[in-house]
């Protein structure tokens, strides 16, 4: 089992950036998958981000592509999401998830994570 607690949300305005962070405790960090997913109220948990346990592999979802990066620091048990040029529609409730199984491609859909935070708020407005 991992624990996971999310840091750096907050408010921010269109075309500003923000970088969240996903501290972990327990053991087997440094072999998952790890992702970041974002809800709306009344919408589905959306995978934004992932990336695998050597942090060689990333998955953006298309909304994301070419203004959000993921990375992982194993050394320190510590994942980051940098958020570039934030749009209103990236107004969500940010969620950090470490998949069920070590060493493999990490998932991408919210059944192949069995750890999560408690979530960060990211406010952006226009």
């Known amino acids: 089992q991992v624990g996971l607690v999310e840091s750096g949300g907050g408010l921010a305005q269109a075309g500003d950036s923000l970088r969240l962070s996903c501290a972990a405790s327990?053991?087997?960090?440094?072999?998952?998958?790890l992702a970041w997913f974002r809800q709306v109220p009344g919408k589905e948990r959306e995978i934004v981000a992932a990336?695998?346990?050597?942090?060689?592999?990333?998955h953006y979802a298309d909304s994301v592509k070419d203004r959000f990066t993921i990375s992982r620091d194993n050394a320190n048990d510590t994942m980051y999401l940098q958020m570039n040029s934030l749009k209103p529609e990236d107004t969500a409730v940010y969620y950090c998830?470490?998949?069920?199984?070590?060493?493999?491609?990490?998932?991408?859909?919210?059944?192949?994570?069995?750890?999560w935070g408690q979530g960060t708020q990211v406010t952006v407005s226009s």
């Open positions: 990336i695998d346990w050597s942090g060689e592999h990333t």
């Open positions: 998830a470490a998949d069920r199984f070590p060493l493999g491609p990490v998932a991408t859909h919210v059944e192949g994570f069995g750890s």
């Open positions: 327990g053991v087997f960090f440094a072999s998952r998958g």
